[in-house]
């Protein structure tokens, strides 16, 4: 079967269930899985930030925050597969998330560097050329707060900037990882108090220096509020 070059990173993202699917089996642009060295992944994602991500809205190479870019329009303009290509997909591979829990997280995609994740607010840092792990974060979310939240212990997914990936914990906290090696930097606890169930499920978006992040629990009589924090040193900005 004769399939056509995917030049493009973002092409391999296009399947999230409770197992992580890629379903195009299609090539993607030079950069092969042992060329994803810690310093070559630091260099990508140190490359992102609010001209960057607006760059990107021109090509769609990457897809470097929820909705590719600030007005998420979700609209790629790659344009590889095609009505007349597109019975050649296939699965390349899957990555288990090692859960039967809810998953609602859109993956960003930087250079061939997947971050996806999962129920708890576990991040994943996946190479999306060939699936294999690059690390992953457990905030360790205590288990036995999961009722707190009205629709499963989900996570929508994180920011990246300058470097840094940013995630919302379940249980109110803001987390902010080294993109290369899943270091933790810096924590943040969001929460203005732990009468109320408040939780975290939204992706944070990161622009101009600050990383933003939004606290609910309406269902249970928690006042939404939102808060924005210091994506180098994690100081908050405002709320």
């Known amino acids: 079967m004769t399939r056509s070059p995917c030049k493009d990173s973002v092409c391999r993202s296009l399947g999230v269930a409770s197992a992580l699917l890629l379903n195009l089996a299609f090539p993607t642009h030079s950069t092969l899985a042992e060329d994803l060295t810690p310093a070559r ?24 925050t929820i909705g590719l870019d600030y007005a998420e329009t979700r609209f790629s303009k790659l344009n590889q597969i095609t009505s007349d290509n597109i019975g050649g997909l296939g699965l390349v591979w899957s990555y288990s998330l090692e859960s039967s829990r809810g998953v609602e997280a859109t993956p960003v995609v930087i250079d061939g560097i997947m971050y996806q994740t999962g129920p708890w607010s576990i991040v994943y840092a996946i190479d999306a050329r060939s699936g294999k792990k690059i690390w992953t974060f457990d905030p360790r979310v205590d288990r036995a707060k999961g009722y707190k939240g009205c629709c499963d212990v989900v996570n929508r997914g994180v920011a990246v900037y300058k470097g840094r990936v940013f ?73």
Not at 193 to 208: K, L, M, Q, V
Not at 214 to 239: F, P, S
Request: glycine share 12%; proline share 2%; charged share 20%.
């Open 41 to 64: 992944i630091n260099a990508a994602t140190s490359a992102v930030d609010s001209a960057m991500i607006q760059a990107n809205t021109a090509t769609s190479r990457d897809w470097p």
């Open 167 to 239: 995630v919302g914990a379940y249980d109110g906290r803001l987390i902010a990882l080294d993109a290369a090696t899943g270091q933790k930097v810096w924590e943040k606890d969001t929460l203005i108090d732990r009468e109320h169930s408040y939780t975290i499920t939204g992706a944070p978006r990161a622009f101009n220096g600050k990383v933003v992040i939004g606290q609910g629990g309406a269902e249970y009589g928690a006042r939404g509020y939102v808060t924005a924090y210091d994506t180098e040193t994690g100081n908050q900005l405002w709320r």
